[in-house]
Each structure stands twice: as C-alpha cells, then as structure tokens.
C-alpha cells in the first residue's frame, strides 16, 4: 500500500509518561510518515488528529467507558486500541463500540505504521491473537531499568493504584495464579516483603497513574 500524501497526526493516550514516551519513539524512524501530535495532555494542543492510539497499559479493560468517550471526543476522527490482551470478548467489545483497530504490542514499528496507514485509508484492522506476548522492540514502561517486565510492570502499576488480586485478575484476564505468580516475582526484584511495601516502592518508582491526560479527552481541562 503507498504512504499517503501527507503523515497521518496521531495522539497517544495513556496515564503513564514513560509508556507514552517510548511508543512516541517508535516511530522516530517514521516521521514522515507519522506525526505524535501530544502525549502530554498537561500541555495544550489545537490540533484535529487523525487517530487517537490508546495504550492499554494499567487500564482497566474491562470498564469500556474510556473507549467510548474517545470516540465520542470532537478531536479525533478514529480510536484505535494498542494493546497485547486479545481475549475474544475484550476484541468483540471493542469492535462494538466502534474502535477502527485492535493492534497487538507485539507488533514491529513498521507493521505498526502500515496498520496506522490502512486504518487512515478507510479500513478497519483488527489483528489476530499474537503466538508471543512480548512487546515489539523499544517500548518501555515503568520499571524496566530495574528488570521488572512489562506484565509485571502492568500488575505492580494496578496494585500501586490500590487493586485487590481478585481485582488485578478481573481487570487484566489472567487468572488469580497467575497474578500472584507476577507479583512474587516482583517482590523479589523489588526486595519487597508485604503489599505495603511494593505500594510504596511503586509510588516512589513511577507508577502512579497521571488520570489528568485521559480527563482531557473526555473533554476536560
């Protein structure tokens, strides 16, 4: 398919800075291709996009209202969904309300902008479960540096915000083992003994949600 004409003006939305960051670098080597019009919603911007991309990271997947409200938001013509949770539900739920696309995280950042592309062209793209749920090459997310992954980034980002296991469960699809199993493994990197403490080692680390960017959206300040 050719790149159009001009680079397609896209806004990334997400609560957490260094997640939006590193999905803005992704597309260094595209620039002429695409444009990140704001990943500060702190900082105004005037311009009409063309697709919001909204990073699933810490959010809650099964509360479809953010969705919506994007879609329903006068600054962009098309919301596309950026996530690595391909449950059929999640995907079908999305597809309803009217997202133009469902991209998996595994995705190179050349697939990525082609995906982008087509959605821009008029179709609606809505990629397949992914085989490996490993994130594309220079994404980042709050405690990389400190060997923490990006699932168990999600986990300690949703218990910071004050979620119960059941509830880390509910809002991400794994199973309660398999929740307990990430944040074992976090509490090892961490050197933490109770929840109490990786609370406060997350509060102090990053991962407290900034609510105010997904507020503008919705058409807030």
């Not at 260094?18 to 595209?30: C, E, M, P, T």
Request: aromatic content about 8%.
């Amino acid at each position: 398919m050719a790149a159009p004409s001009k680079p397609i003006c896209i806004a990334l939305v997400d609560d957490y800075d260094v997640v939006l960051i590193g999905l803005a670098h992704l597309f260094d080597r595209y620039r002429d291709r695409v444009v990140v019009a704001e990943i500060d919603a702190n900082q105004a911007t005037n311009d009409q996009v063309d697709i919001v991309l909204y990073d699933s990271f810490a959010q809650p997947e099964t509360d479809q209202q953010e969705i919506r409200d994007l879609i329903a938001s006068a600054g962009s013509r098309k919301v596309v969904v950026y996530t690595w949770n391909f449950k059929p539900e999640l995907v079908e739920t999305a597809r309803d309300l009217g997202v133009h696309g469902y991209l998996s995280k595994t995705t190179p950042a050349r697939e990525l902008v082609e995906a982008l592309e087509a959605i821009q062209a008029g179709e609606q793209v809505f990629m397949s479960a992914p085989r490996r749920a490993v994130s594309a090459p220079g994404l980042d997310w709050p405690g990389r540096d400190d060997g923490i992954t990006d699932r168990e980034s999600e986990i300690l980002a949703l218990i910071t915000q004050g979620k119960s296991n059941a509830e880390v469960a509910q809002l991400t699809y794994l199973s309660p083992n398999t929740v307990k199993s990430y944040i074992r493994s976090v509490y090892r990197k961490i050197g933490a003994e109770s929840r109490t403490q990786a609370v406060l080692w997350g509060v102090d680390h990053g991962f407290t949600p900034d609510h105010h960017r997904i507020d503008h959206w919705r058409g807030g300040p």
